[in-house]
């Protein structure tokens, strides 16, 4: 639930005081391993905890985004303290893989996720997911008036009616979606005619709360922040309602978390071992029951009951390892959104 504003390749951005000591973040012994975090923090705390009690492994936990970790990594290579990374987005994990720093993933891991919810290489896995949804406010939308695309926010007629929070890797993760499923000249039309129609808001949360209060008409979020809100109180999402684009539209992506193990780990059977039970029976079960409202993605592995059911999404297929972050960062940086 972080906010993200830097573009994935803003290498020169990142923090430079996280290098001045890369031991701090080594784990304590030989058995214990380092998990660069940018996963929700109670979700990971909550694997960690039960993982550690199962096998004896100590995790070690830094915490950040997916733009700050991504880049880090990169930037640290072969000497990273880091053991395993995991992501909310998939192209924080295609940055790191394209780096060439991942290790390749046991197969016995690999059968535990469908293909789908994990790029073919095998590099890394998914080990949860998230949906796209137009949050709005049924005040000022009635159900005839919803757009039926992501698309349709181009037109003139969504001047000054929708939000997003283009500078977040979230959104970035949308567009990479569009990208590979739209090509480039038509993303780039419609970052520009974005550029023209919508409210920029700082946060997928941010955006939701402008929505709930009638300063907005809609707007583009992940599907858990409306649920996690009303799993609390509901004050920033009791006016508001989600719509699912379905039709396998470029809207209706579903963004994978990421895992992997870095291939300059020097604990490669705890950091594997950590992957497949993050993947398997017990990690996936806990994102049923945890309040992060992350889509399972497990074979066989059920998601909380109050979700839409992943097959009832038809999301469109988008090879994971194909989500560019790169060239969505030029092109929203040409569109004037970055």
């Not at 060439?100 to 896995?125: E, M």
């Not at 979020?221 to 999402?237: C, L, M, P, R, W």
Request: glycine share 8%; with cysteine; charged share 20%.
């Amino acid at each position: 639930m972080k906010n993200r504003f830097l573009p994935l390749c803003s290498l020169a951005l990142v923090i430079s005081s996280v290098f001045a000591a890369p031991a701090a973040f080594a784990a304590d012994n030989d058995d214990g391993i380092v998990v660069y975090n940018a996963q929700h923090e109670n979700l990971t705390k909550s694997w960690v905890d039960e993982f550690t009690k199962e096998t004896g492994i100590k995790v070690t936990l830094r915490n950040g985004g997916d733009t700050e970790l991504g880049n880090q990594l990169v930037q640290e290579g072969n000497v990273s303290p880091a053991d395993v990374f995991l992501t909310e987005n998939s192209p924080a994990m295609t940055l790191v893989d394209n780096a060439g720093l991942f290790a390749p993933l046991n197969a016995d891991t690999l059968k535990q996720v469908p293909a789908q919810f994990r790029p073919a290489h095998g590099r890394w896995i998914g080990i949860a997911a998230r949906s796209t949804v137009f949050v709005y406010n049924p005040t000022k939308l009635s159900a005839s008036q919803l757009p039926a695309s992501i698309m349709d926010l181009a037109k003139p007629e969504w001047k000054g009616r929708w939000a997003a929070s283009p500078s977040g890797a979230d959104f970035q993760a949308i567009v990479s979606a569009m990208l590979t499923l739209k090509g480039e000249k038509a993303t780039l039309d419609w970052l520009k005619a974005m550029k023209t129609n919508f409210v920029p808001y700082k946060g997928n949360s941010t955006v939701m709360k402008a929505v709930n209060a009638g300063q907005i008409d809609g707007g583009v979020i992940y599907h858990y922040y409306y649920f996690v809100d009303q799993a609390k109180t509901g004050e920033n999402s009791k006016n508001t309602q989600l719509h699912y684009f379905k039709h396998q539209d470029p809207g209706a992506f579903v963004s994978i978390s990421g895992g992997g193990v870095l291939a300059s780990s020097k604990h490669q059977k705890q950091a594997q071992a950590f992957i497949k039970w993050v993947t398997g029976k017990q990690g996936q079960e806990m994102l049923r029951t945890n309040t992060a409202f992350e889509y399972a993605v497990g074979e066989g592995a059920a998601s909380n009951e109050k979700l839409v059911p992943l097959a009832q999404l038809d999301a469109p297929k988008v090879e994971p390892s194909a989500l560019n972050s790169k060239k969505v960062s030029e092109l929203m940086t040409e569109a004037g959104l970055l």
